[in-house]
């Protein structure tokens, strides 16, 4: 047995790139098959607020008089 990566000889690299190669192909899988499918024709669902909304007013400038200026 090699307990080293060093000392690992070609059917141990490559038994360590199948494993991995799985894994990806497992991790993918579930990430494709856990998707959010939806009542509308895109498949995501629709999200709604149910709070009114604050819309910004105007721009605003505001100055202080009682402020010195130090040069």
Partial sequence: MNH???SA?????LKIVV????ACTMV???GIAA???GANSAG???LEARIPVIKAGGPIA????DTR???
């Fill in 19 to 22: 494993v991995a190669l799985l």
């Fill in 62 to 65: 505001m100055t202080d008089s």
């Fill in 28 to 30: 993918a899988g579930i």
């Fill in 69 to 71: 200026m130090v040069r």
């Fill in 9 to 13: 000889d070609r059917a141990t690299h």
């Fill in 44 to 46: 995501l669902q629709r």
């Fill in 35 to 37: 998707r959010v499918s």
């Fill in 4 to 6: 080293s990566i060093y």
